[in-house]
């Protein structure tokens, strides 16, 4: 629990708070940022007032992070144009240390501690606590890391190593690292974008418990409903350019969609008429066990079908076996003791492996692209082949020039935004990158596309163009499982939604007879001892 601070627990928790944000901390004036082909920033103004939390939103590659690239050092000074005033002076950073040094701390949305070090040894690495003839400290490191711990809400031990917390744990160590440095202005960019529901709220409430410490945060969040709550001002940039600052009084979704995709969002998901054929794929009494501990049942007894042109959904809470159901399927790429019948159109197949999956028409986009979806070093033409290299081989070798030209036909059909499909795809937004998944399992071919949070870290007008696409898809006559964690998603794109609960299948319910509360009761249901 955090600290009690006297203020109400709801969206009216900035009230009160008594901090002065009449003075700006923050204002970066004119800033542009050009790389080779690409300018990433034109002209971008904003102000931050003392005290406030500021959300900036934008779609993926608008230009969001490099923005708070800029402020934070990791562009230096002389490699952008405008200005930089942070507490009435102007400031040149050189790199982060700089930038720390002012006390203008960044959290990136991919944590960059230490899994090996304790959780003090990463809250003062660089920062270490000495005593005499220059050597650490360790009970004075372990005694000021406590503090900081139960000032974000954490009570495990300084010792701690962090490979032993969760993701949510992991983002509140960030910050308990960022109050080590005196900081002033923190920065989060997606800070809830792994985390569930219950460690989001925790975050979000420490957000505003900083906030009546003094600390300003800018926040960076496709999650509207959270900038919502929190947010006192919200900066829009759209292709590298501020379009505007909407006071608190002023925000509503509608009106940060609009700036952030320059029209209007009547319908979040496009228009489909379904065309359901025959049954394509059907799995019966499907069961895995955890991959070390070969008793512990996972997925239990699961069934489900699919039809041709019809788009399936997953529902179930954190933890309830979805993925472990989709990667089981696929390959076996998850568990042990796995058994169960799997049909493609009425007649049985073997998924004992990745590339058996593959040849009996499997493909599954993983919902971590970043580790197990996309190679980020290599380009964006290798990943869009590599699961169907064998279909571009002649006499042994792979076909360049054709590798080549049916990337350039997925650029352009998918709407890639990237200057050339040589390009590194770690250079790419997170909804670009995603087409690159997609992309990667089409050429592939399937019959099934199971899709594992297609649509989780990129932004809204990103996921229309991703709900675009799965349509098109089952309009070509594939069978889609979409697994999400977003009900309104599924409900917006399905014809059909299986729900799961601890690794069981506990209902089935056509969308249009669907809603939210039928859903998550089904999902809460809880297996009978």
Request: charged share 25%; aromatic share 4%; proline share 3%.
């Amino acid at each position: 629990m955090l600290p009690t601070t006297g203020h109400p627990q709801n969206n009216d928790v900035r009230k009160g708070s008594g901090t002065d944000v009449t003075q700006n901390i923050l204002e970066m004036r004119g800033i542009t940022k050009t790389f080779p082909g690409v300018k990433a920033l034109s002209d971008v103004t904003l102000q931050v007032q003392r005290g406030e939390v500021h959300a900036i939103c934008g779609e993926n590659g608008a230009g969001k992070s490099t923005l708070m690239k800029v402020l934070s050092g990791v562009y230096p000074h002389g490699t952008y144009d405008g200005e930089i005033v942070f507490e009435n002076e102007t400031v040149e950073f050189s790199d982060i240390r700089d930038s720390e040094s002012k006390g203008i701390v960044i959290i990136h949305q991919e944590l960059a501690l230490s899994q090996y070090l304790s959780i003090a040894e990463n809250i003062f690495l660089g920062n270490e606590v000495k005593g005499p003839f220059g050597l650490i400290d360790w009970n004075k490191t372990n005694f000021e890391a406590a503090k900081l711990l139960a000032r974000v809400g954490l009570s495990e031990k300084p010792t701690t190593k962090v490979m032993d917390i969760g993701v949510g744990k992991q983002q509140l160590v960030e910050i308990a690292k960022a109050l080590s440095k005196e900081v002033k202005l923190l920065i989060l960019d997606e800070p809830t974008a792994a985390l569930n529901d219950a460690d989001s709220d925790h975050l979000l409430d420490l957000i505003l418990h900083l906030k009546q410490q003094g600390i300003t945060s800018i926040i960076i969040s496709h999650k509207l409903n959270e900038i919502r709550k929190i947010a006192d001002n919200v900066t829009v940039i759209r292709d590298g350019k501020t379009i505007e600052t909407i006071t608190r009084t002023e925000v509503s979704e509608d009106r940060i969609i609009k700036g952030m995709v320059g029209r209007d969002l009547e319908h979040r998901y496009p228009d489909h008429t379904s065309h359901i054929g025959e049954e394509v794929l059907r799995v019966e009494n499907w069961t895995a066990h955890h991959p070390q501990d070969n008793q512990r049942v996972i997925v239990d007894n699961v069934s489900i079908t699919a039809n041709a042109g019809e788009i399936v959904g997953i529902a179930g809470l954190m933890g309830a076996g979805r993925t472990e159901f989709a990667m089981s399927l696929f390959g076996r790429a998850y568990g042990s003791r796995i058994s169960g019948t799997v049909y493609k159109r009425g007649k049985e197949i073997k998924v004992r492996s990745v590339a058996e999956a593959i040849q009996n028409g499997l493909a599954y986009a993983t919902e971590d692209r970043k580790t197990y979806g996309l190679n980020l070093i290599e380009d964006v033409k290798r990943n869009i082949s590599v699961a169907s290299l064998d279909k571009l081989v002649t006499m042994g070798l792979v076909n360049d020039n054709e590798e080549y030209r049916i990337a350039n036909e997925y650029k352009k059909s998918m709407n890639i935004k990237t200057p050339s499909v040589m390009n590194k795809t770690g250079q790419l937004s997170g909804g670009n990158q995603q087409k690159v998944v997609l992309s990667k399992w089409i050429q592939s071919d399937p019959d099934v596309l199971i899709l594992d949070e297609p649509t989780r870290g990129i932004d809204v007008g990103a996921k229309y163009e991703i709900y675009t696409i799965i349509n098109r898809l089952a309009d070509e006559g594939k069978a889609i499982i979409v697994i999400s964690s977003e009900l309104p998603e599924l409900l917006g794109i399905c014809d059909r939604i299986y729900t799961l609960s601890e690794g069981r299948i506990t209902g089935e319910l056509p969308t249009e007879d669907a809603t939210p509360e039928a859903l998550l009761k089904l999902m809460t249901l809880e297996k009978q001892r």
